[in-house]
């Protein structure tokens, strides 16, 4: 969901540096050849730089869509889950639950994160990876958005983090596709998420989280348990549990929604 986490980013982008946002701005190129600079000497090969950054271009898009973007919920909780939350939507839930019972299983097992949670997120955010999750190079998007005056040291970060991901061989740029901010795969981390909670749960050697549902549904468990969600207690508004789901999304009306759509999932 396009709007996950863009108020945090907005609110943390007021930090930025000086030094940082010394360099955002002018021209792109000039940018690009800083940022590949410090990339390197963070540790980024020389050839994951060159053909990631290589021939990168503003995204004109981008740039349109993040300054219409609203970071607050102008609905009710009523209105919003009215229109995330239907029939077909729990029924495709309940249908996971069971096509996924035994990794599921696994999960909560190891992560302490219930399985309605877990698909109730992924299908508020890709319909359980059957829907949008975004179409636009990552690495184009997150330059635009570094070069960007306006949140320039945050998305840096990300544009590194997103470097990081190619460089450890968890995607390769052709599958680095994602969203207007960056987000990335079933249940659309951020590369920084991506690179601090993302789990190898299938076992194959990399992180993927656009095609493997154990990788994405156990990463996402781990983002959840890293922040204090634990198993059997109440994740309704006012819990622990509610406020450790913060970190995955600091609206209440979302995480509410995430709440109501478990409870749906298992007959509540």
């Known amino acids: 969901m396009l709007i996950r986490r863009l108020a945090v980013l907005l609110a943390v982008s007021l ?8 360099r955002c701005g002018g021209d792109f190129n000039s940018f690009i050849s800083s940022f590949s600079a410090e990339a390197q000497q963070a540790g980024i090969s020389p050839s994951v ?8 271009s503003v995204d004109p898009g981008v740039l349109a869509f993040d300054r219409r973007q609203r970071y607050t919920f102008t609905k009710t909780f009523e209105q919003y889950v ?17 096509r996924h019972a035994a ?17 109730a997120i992924w299908g508020l955010e890709t319909d359980f990876g059957k829907g949008d999750m975004g179409k636009l190079p990552v690495i184009r998007t997150l330059a635009t958005l570094a070069h960007d005056c306006r949140r320039s040291d945050l998305f840096q970060g ?3 983090a997103a470097l990081k991901i190619v460089q450890r061989g968890d995607l390769p740029l052709r599958d680095l ?19 601090k909670y993302g789990v190898d749960f299938d076992g194959d050697g990399r992180v993927d989280l656009r095609h493997s549902v154990p990788d994405v549904l156990a990463s996402t468990a781990n983002l959840l348990h890293t ?42």
């Open 15 to 22: 930090a930025a540096s000086s030094a940082q946002a010394a």
């Open 49 to 56: 730089v060159s053909s990631a950054l290589g021939g990168v």
């Open 227 to 268: 922040n204090g969600f634990k198993m059997g207690g109440s994740y309704e508004e006012g819990s622990e549990n509610f406020e450790a789901m913060r970190e995955w999304n600091h609206a209440v009306i979302y995480r509410k929604t995430i709440a109501y759509f478990a409870d749906r999932l298992i007959g509540r």
């Open 177 to 195: 596709i994602g969203a207007y901010a960056g987000e990335i795969g079933q249940t659309q981390f951020l590369p920084s998420s991506y690179i």
């Open 103 to 119: 990794l599921l299983s696994r999960i909560e097992q190891q992560y302490g994160v219930p399985r309605q949670i877990l698909v």
């Open 158 to 160: 990300e544009l590194l």
């Open 82 to 98: 009215s229109t995330r939350v239907g029939s077909g939507r729990i029924n495709g839930g309940r249908a996971m639950l069971q």
